[in-house]
């Protein structure tokens, strides 16, 4: 029996990854070798895969009696057994199939935060897909499986079976080593090996990518990653975050300085948007024809835009992590889901300590990612949707919840924009009312699937696709500004609409540059008008040069830079949960795990990134800004 499932499923592994190579195949290039190598290491995986599955039911077989082998008892153990392997089987079959039309990929961490966030997860694929008919659908292929099974007689040669003990061991046994040398010497990351995504993926998987990542969560930089003389990478960053305006506090291992302003310091209220999703492409302003985002567009025509500015990340903690905090994103989770993670230097305190009250808000419930953990633990009052308390909150700021009464349309991932930008309406009359500058952090969520929106906003049927919820998504921005457009607090307080990260991550390299391309726009600036930055920057420089628009002088601990600086040279810094990108003009230099270096030439035109070897500062200065930030986080360096 146990062969007959190892054949059946390897079966069904290749053709769910000659389905997902024939799906992918205009997105890149196969050659005849390529398509080899994806088979070969996927057949070996698979083979991985299957001796985990089979392995509690080998050593079962090992111990069970020979005279318990016809007993009832050993029939509806191995009925059971198989239907149960076989359900699993098809289940992440279903799974890997839907997570790649997501995320063009096999299983990888965002799919272990899936498994940990089963409210929000469950019932996103509920009002995404028809669960009931999908759940039955894999118990009716599954019984499919077991009746052919049944058919081709292997239960019955199972229990006519008078396997020796010594030969039962000997194929148990086969089973055990092959399985703990799988465990112990086939990494994940053998399939990484090839300079195409794509190519990678498909030779993964599922199974065993989902275990790998549960395994490597979080990645310590000083083990996996190059390393140089820690005396060296902090003189290297120092070097770089060093501006005119800018002073050290410290001269060990800190980047803690002083920031003097220009002029007189303004201080207006600063309320920021971080919209889910929001690819730079689909606006307009960008080259999209498809007049998604009319709003966006005509705001980017009269405002402050960024037109050069790029994630960190390619998930919403990591957006979160770059606009609160200002760093490099550092391997593994990020900080935000992080132990040790509050009473940081972030944003907010600044803001604090210039005297305003600061917010975060969010239409789902904000314990999902430890987003009201981090932000409270950090001085932020919450406003969520609410519905958990997380074992280990112990955040003192206030929480308020958005109550049903102020609710007009809800899905998985929380409450329409419409409606949470209506409690950051409330909330800000009532802040005007006690006389308190406020600094509000807004997370949206309609831009996600399952794409609903409330009917009758927009001429496109909700949940019929991401561009209904883009124009949903643009038309409530667009609602907000004109209601708060007439509010008494409006003329002093500035708007800030960005993006968390780009809609898909996706693309033939495994940093794909373009995919990290985000908007930013800021509204009622005083005396701005229309103006463009086009030099290359990050989000974490978003705060820096707002600051020194505002005149500010504060301590600065963040990596971000003031791009309007006459020194200041472009540079963007991006990553997923392993690889970690330094682009500064045209040069490259990727880091990755088992201290690997790889380095391109970037042509922006064309998105392309052609293999260059080169040495020197770039490379030092790509390590000195990761080895640094993780070193500051955990060493407390990024605390008050």
Same mark, same amino acid.
């Given at each position: ?10 079966? /069904? ?65 191995? !009925? ?32 272990? @935060? ?47 079976? @008078?396997?020796? #003990? ?13 399985? #703990? ?44 990653? %190059? ?5 060296? /990478? ?21 980047? %803690?300085?002083?920031? %003097?302003? %220009? ?61 609160? #905090? ?42 999902? @990612? ?9 001085? !932020? ?93 643009? !038309? ?5 500004? #004109? ?98 990108? !330094? ?45 640094? /930030? ?11």
């Amino acid at each position: 029996m146990l062969f007959s499932f190892v054949a059946v499923f390897i079966a /069904a592994s290749f053709l769910i990854r000659l389905g997902l190579l024939t799906a992918t195949i205009e997105k890149t290039g196969f050659s005849l070798l390529s398509i080899l190598r994806i088979f070969t290491q996927g057949l070996i995986y698979d083979l991985g895969v299957s001796s985990f599955l089979a392995l509690a039911y080998a050593i079962y077989l090992l111990v069970l009696p020979q005279r318990f082998i016809q007993s009832w008892f050993n029939i509806f153990i191995s !009925y059971a057994g198989l239907f149960f392997m076989v359900t699993i089987v098809i289940f992440s079959f279903f799974a890997e199939l839907t997570f790649w039309q997501e995320f063009d990929s096999r299983f990888n961490f965002i799919a272990v @935060d899936y498994l940990i966030y089963t409210y929000e997860v469950i019932h996103n694929i509920n009002e995404s897909y028809p669960l009931p008919l999908l759940i039955g659908g894999v118990l009716a292929i599954s019984c499919l499986f077991l009746w052919l099974f049944i058919r081709m007689g292997v239960f019955k040669t199972t229990f006519q079976s @008078d396997t020796s #003990l010594k030969i039962r061991g000997m194929i148990s046994g086969f089973i055990v080593i092959i399985a #703990l040398l799988y465990g112990f010497f086939i990494n994940n990351s053998w399939a990484e090996e090839g300079n195409n995504r794509y190519h990678n993926e498909l030779a993964k998987a599922g199974i065993y990518s989902i275990f790998s990542a549960f395994k490597n969560n979080e990645l310590n930089y000083n083990q996996f990653y %190059k390393l140089l003389d820690k005396p060296e /990478a902090y003189r290297l960053i120092r070097s770089q975050l060093l501006e005119a305006n800018s002073t050290y506090l410290n001269n060990n291992s800190s980047i %803690k300085r002083e920031i %003097k302003g %220009k002029g007189p310091a303004f201080k207006p209220n600063v309320i920021m948007i971080t919209v889910e999703s929001l690819s730079a492409d689909f606006m307009a302003h960008f080259g999209n024809r498809e007049n998604l985002t009319p709003v966006l567009d005509g705001l980017a025509e009269t405002n402050l835009l960024f037109t050069n500015m790029y994630a960190t990340g390619t998930r919403t903690v990591r957006g979160m992590e770059a606009l609160s #905090l200002a760093v490099p994103p550092t391997p593994g989770s990020s900080i935000v889901r992080r132990p040790n993670n509050d009473s940081l230097t972030t944003i907010g305190n600044i803001f604090r300590k210039a005297g305003y009250e600061q917010t975060f808000y969010y239409g789902g419930d904000g314990y999902f @990612d430890n987003m009201n953990q981090y932000f409270g633990g950090n001085g !932020y009052n919450i406003t969520d949707r609410g519905r958990k308390i997380m074992a280990g909150d112990h955040y003192t700021t206030k929480r308020t919840i958005i109550t049903d009464q102020e609710v007009h349309f809800e899905n998985a991932w929380g409450i329409s924009d419409e409606d949470l930008y209506q409690t950051v309406v409330s909330n800000s009359d009532e802040q005007f009312k006690r006389g308190i500058p406020f600094y509000s952090f807004v997370m949206t969520t309609s831009n996600h699937r399952p794409f609903t929106y409330p009917a009758g906003k927009i001429n496109i049927p909700s949940g019929t696709g991401r561009t209904g919820a883009l124009r949903y998504t643009d !038309y409530a921005i667009g609602q907000f500004i #004109l209601q708060i457009s007439h509010k008494p607090w409006f003329k002093n307080t500035v708007i800030i609409i960005v993006a968390d990260h780009c809609a898909s991550s996706a693309g033939k390299n495994e940093i794909d540059i373009s995919k990290y391309h985000i908007p930013c726009i800021i509204l009622n600036l005083p005396n701005s008008g229309k103006r463009e930055i086009n030099k290359v920057c990050s989000q974490i420089d978003l705060y820096p040069t707002l600051f020194n628009l505002f005149g500010w002088s504060y301590e600065s601990n963040l990596y971000g830079k003031d791009v309007l600086a006459a020194g200041y040279v472009p540079r963007a810094l991006l990553g997923t949960y392993q690889k970690l990108a !330094y682009l500064k003009k045209d040069s490259l230099v990727i880091l990755s795990p088992q201290q690997q270096i790889n380095t391109f030439i970037y042509h922006k035109n064309t998105n392309e990134q052609l293999p260059k070897s080169f040495s020197g500062r770039v490379i030092k200065e790509a390590i000195a800004n990761y080895q640094t /930030a993780y070193d500051l986080f955990k060493n407390g360096g990024l605390h008050q």
